[in-house]
């Protein structure tokens, strides 16, 4: 069954494009979300991670700070 991924991100973040290139390269789909553009978001993305920095990416309730390659595999078991 397919993960559920979400990538929490501004549009300005260089270590955000390098998340979704990852993942658009590994074929996986995800939901971006520019917390720089909906606060709701940003809250959200604060109380699952409790960071304020981007990306944080979300694998299944899985969460993964930065672009933590080694990590975002291991979650994603590929």
Request: hydrophobic share 45%.
């Amino acid at each position: 069954m397919a993960q559920k991924v979400i990538v929490y991100s501004t549009a300005t973040c260089p270590y955000c494009i390098m998340v979704k290139n990852f993942l658009t390269e590994q074929k996986i789909p995800f939901e971006n979300i520019d917390v720089g553009k909906d606060r709701e978001a940003a809250k959200a993305m604060i109380e699952k991670s409790g960071q304020m920095g981007v990306p944080v990416v979300d694998i299944d309730g899985t969460i993964i700070i930065g672009f933590n390659k080694p990590e975002i595999i291991k979650a994603l078991g590929i």
